[in-house]
């Protein structure tokens, strides 16, 4: 039973409400999955079976006295080590951070997975300050890919992928700087959202780049996205960037399909460089929904530059106190690209932050016309573990700067994003990206549950 | 810019910014530092620094 039970949120709160099983044993059942197999994945960096068994037997209390349940009641999920969780140090992925004192509260997103009932199992693994699009850590070894362990899970929220698609929790929660939800949803054939920038409040979790940073979940299907999404849902004002916007659910819509909706496919910079698995997997997409319009989307590519100066700029300058006091403690791959940044001239960050404002623009204009892009969300497949270099275009070029270039450029701009897999039976799957116009995260899982009903993930 | 220009612009940044850049390190900074600008030459070819308010966040709040 409970093992059925293991892939989906939804058939976890309809079997615990109607009292086929408990919390409890549906958390037990997790840990043992966990246990069994995490050594092999390297998922989590932190597992809090204490407090998952003690939630788990509140929501069993709950139920048992009548109460009504929450959204999310007996879920098992975990988060993303970057976000707070008491008692645990907050690592994001680094050495530095382990010797810190252990967080005191949860982070916000925290509270409110558990005020709708879901049970935390623990923290999970991540390229090191976020800045990776591997998912490889030195310190603490790689989350691998499921599908293929010896493949990469993508980053940086690779922890937070390997967990769903190893079947250890249905959703998870993870951050997205530059692509670090969607590449990894990408890599592991999940699905993934990343709101709107602002949406969901990053209080209590260690920041990247503040002005790129956001917080999203990974499930294995848009009811799970889409159910957990609304339970993140409330402004806050700790963050100053959080909007102040009312919540906007988004659970009821999906149904309504992509009826509608004008839809095109990105083209141009999105199409060039991708590998030909890719762009099938995207002409898959644009065929079950039926959609021929294009739009070259203008700039893409000064977007991802200007994307990595304010990452590189901002992130250097966050860490730049650990890079004074123990350089050598951090993963050598992410060290030096932040002594670099470090170093890059003020008037290039601030050109990039004016290009921002010229690039929001440029959507502004294109979602008048249009109302969800679909884009690839990364050039290729998921790559080998150790893999350094990749054929881009004819070119071998470095992979870890790679990545992200189909993604940065959206999330520069802050737009909503649900990243959606595309997978041939027996291969390895592909991304792409459902891309709306701010605010409109039911777009894109609107079009995502109408992907997902097309069968286009293996 | 030179190997040598670059170089010695690390090592008198980074003595400036008080970082102790190891010599197998240098090389991997300078190959960061030299994609940067790379990217920064693409943005200021946009002429969004002189047409273009800057997107960093800022909002005055009252005291309440």
Same mark, same amino acid.
């Given at each position: 039973?409970? @093992? ?31 246990? @069994? ?16 068994? #003690?939630? @788990? ?9 009548? =109460? ?25 992925? %680094?050495? /530095?951070?382990?010797?810190?004192? +252990? ?15 879901? $049970? ?22 790689? %989350?691998?890919? +499921? ?9 940086? %929220? ?12 249905? $959703? ?34 260690? +920041? ?38 009312? $919540? ?21 910079? *999105?199409?060039?460089?991708?590998? +030909? ?28 530059? &200007? ?11 966050? =860490? ?20 670099? !940044? ?16 010229? *690039? ?5 204009? /294109?979602?008048?016309? =249009? ?33 992200? /270039?189909?993604?940065?450029?959206? %999330? ?21 990206? $459902? ?7 039911? =777009?894109?899982?609107?079009?995502? #549950? ?7 993930? !293996? | ?17 008080? /970082? ?12 960061? *530092?030299?994609? @940067? ?16 308010? &800057? ?10």
């Amino acid at each position: 039973m409970t @093992a059925s039970l293991a892939q989906s949120a939804q058939a976890i709160t309809c079997a615990l409400a109607r009292g086929e099983v408990s919390a409890e044993e549906i958390t037990r059942a997790a840990l043992e999955r966990i246990s @069994a197999r995490d050594a092999e994945i390297g998922a989590f960096t932190d597992i809090t079976a204490e407090r998952a068994l #003690a939630e @788990a037997r509140a929501v069993d209390r709950s139920r048992a006295a009548g =109460h009504k349940l929450g959204p999310l009641a007996g879920v098992p999920y975990a988060v993303k080590n970057l976000y707070a969780v008491a008692g645990i140090p907050t690592r994001a992925g %680094s050495k /530095i951070n382990a010797a810190y004192p +252990p967080a005191t509260t949860d982070a916000l997103l925290v509270q409110r997975m558990q005020a709708a009932g879901a $049970v935390l199992l623990g923290a999970l693994n991540m390229g090191e300050y976020a800045y990776d699009f591997t998912g490889e850590n030195a310190h603490y070894g790689p %989350s691998r890919n +499921p599908l293929d362990t010896t493949r990469m899970t993508g980053g940086s %929220s690779g922890g937070s992928a390997a967990a769903v698609a190893a079947g250890f929790v249905p $959703v998870s929660l993870g951050s997205d700087t530059n692509g670090s939800i969607r590449v990894p949803a990408a890599f592991c054939g999940l699905y993934g959202l990343k709101p709107t920038y602002g949406r969901l409040p990053r209080t209590g979790t260690f +920041p990247f780049c503040d002005s790129l940073d956001h917080l999203g979940p990974f499930a294995r299907s848009v009811q799970d996205l889409a159910v957990t999404y609304d339970a993140l849902q409330g402004q806050d004002a700790s963050d100053p960037v959080c909007a102040r916007r009312p $919540v906007a659910r988004v659970q009821s819509d999906i149904a309504k399909g992509r009826d509608g909706l004008r839809i095109a496919i990105a083209t141009g910079y *999105f199409r060039t460089d991708a590998e +030909p698995g890719a762009l099938a997997a995207l002409e898959r997409a644009a065929k079950a929904l039926d959609v021929s319009d294009e739009i070259d989307i203008p700039r893409a590519a000064e977007a991802r530059a &200007a994307a990595f100066l304010i990452t590189n700029a901002e992130g250097s300058a966050l =860490h730049l106190e650990r890079l004074r006091k123990c350089p050598a403690d951090f993963d050598p791959d992410t060290r030096d690209r932040f002594i670099a !940044g470090a170093l890059l001239p003020a008037s290039w960050y601030v050109s990039a932050q004016r290009f921002r404002r010229m *690039f929001e623009n440029t959507m502004t204009d /294109i979602f008048a016309r =249009h109302d969800v892009i679909l884009a690839p969300s990364a050039p290729c497949s998921a790559p080998r573990l150790g893999q350094k270099t990749i054929v881009l275009g004819g070119r071998e070029v470095p992979l870890r700067a790679n990545m992200g /270039i189909y993604t940065q450029p959206i %999330s520069f701009v802050g737009l909503p994003v649900a990243a959606v897999p595309v997978r041939e039976t027996g291969a390895l799957p592909y991304g792409i990206q $459902v891309i709306a116009a701010p605010w409109r995260e039911d =777009h894109c899982l609107r079009v995502a #549950a109408a992907l997902e009903a097309a069968g286009l993930n !293996g | 810019m030179t190997t040598e220009f670059l170089n010695d612009y690390i090592d008198r940044a980074t003595e400036n910014l008080g /970082i102790s850049v190891r010599p197998e390190w240098k090389p991997n900074v300078a190959m960061f *530092f030299e994609v @940067a600008r790379g990217m920064a030459k693409m943005i200021e070819a946009t002429e969004a620094a002189t047409s273009a308010e &800057a997107a960093a966040v800022f909002s005055p709040h009252a005291s309440e």
